[in-house]
């Protein structure tokens, strides 16, 4: 699981930065857009927003500041409330064989549950050899 985490977020990173470089690439190929395009970038909701969000960040800082402070204890609180469980049972049909014998040695043997080691040499007799 940790090395699912591991590769996803690092695809998730790449695919990001490529991103990033490609589509700046593209619109410096791209012609610039007619004024009839960026017409609406010029409505009143959007023009409000941005002059509340410039108000919030010249004059309320410490709102801000202790907004994001906040945000930030409560999503550490909830990491730490993460657990990481992982069953060796868990993709298993309740009716197969397997998850019987596992079973029978978690009753057995206290959840000792048996390991086993596959290692192939690539020649018979190697690996009990030194």
Do not use: W
């Not at 990001?16 to 589509?23: D, G, P, Q």
């Not at 610039?32 to 409000?48: C, N, V």
């Amino acid at each position: 699981m940790v090395e699912f985490g591991l590769v996803a977020s690092l695809s998730v990173l790449s695919t990001y930065a490529i991103c990033l470089i490609l589509i700046t690439i593209l619109y410096s190929y791209l012609p610039i857009p007619k004024e009839k395009h960026l017409s609406r970038l010029e409505g009143k909701r959007l023009r409000a927003f941005l002059r509340k969000v410039d108000y919030l960040v010249n004059h309320r800082r410490r709102l801000i500041y202790g907004t994001v402070t906040v945000l930030v204890i409560i999503s550490i609180y909830g990491l730490s409330q993460i657990k990481a469980v992982g069953y060796i049972v868990d993709d298993l049909p309740k009716n197969d064989p397997i998850l019987t014998d596992l079973k029978f040695f978690k009753k057995h043997f206290h959840g000792v549950m048996p390991f086993e080691v596959n290692v192939d040499s690539g020649r018979p007799g190697r690996a009990l050899s030194p």
